[in-house]
């Protein structure tokens, strides 16, 4: 099986900054092609989506809200995916999950990944 964890989560003052990254481990040959994602969950709020890059890195889809302060990229020698948040608001408070796709190319569609990690924490304090 493939784990993913995600790491890098706290507690920050708005305008900060935050990277979580998200190491996976076991049988990584499986996703090793596999474009990577990030979505979140604000409390009381459904799971959405952030950001995704595909396998080579090359190309990334980051959703409008945050496009402007989020960036996501991979190490894939280190079997790593990054998400730099800058400029935090309270409103990106939620618990941060990464995730693997089955293919090659970034997407939104949170049904066509299939493995998730356990998620960090982010709060931003106004």
């Known amino acids: 099986q493939v784990q993913l964890v995600e790491s890098g989560g706290g507690l920050v003052q708005a305008g900060g900054s935050l990277r979580l990254s998200c190491a996976a481990s076991g049988k990584t040959f499986r996703i090793r092609t596999n474009a990577m994602g990030w979505f979140r969950q604000a409390p009381g709020k459904e799971r959405e989506f952030v950001a995704a890059?595909?396998?080579?890195?090359?190309?990334?889809y980051v959703t409008d809200s945050v496009k402007e302060r989020f960036t996501i990229s991979r190490d894939n020698a280190k079997n790593t995916v990054y998400l730099q948040m800058d400029s935090l608001k309270p409103e990106d408070t939620a618990i941060y999950y990464c995730?693997?796709?089955?293919?090659?190319?970034?997407?939104?569609?949170?049904?066509?990944?299939?493995?998730w990690g356990q998620g960090t924490q982010v709060t931003i304090s106004s």
């Open positions: 890059i595909s396998w080579r890195g090359s190309t990334t």
């Open positions: 995730a693997s796709t089955t293919g090659w190319t970034p997407t939104e569609k949170s049904d066509e990944y299939v493995y």
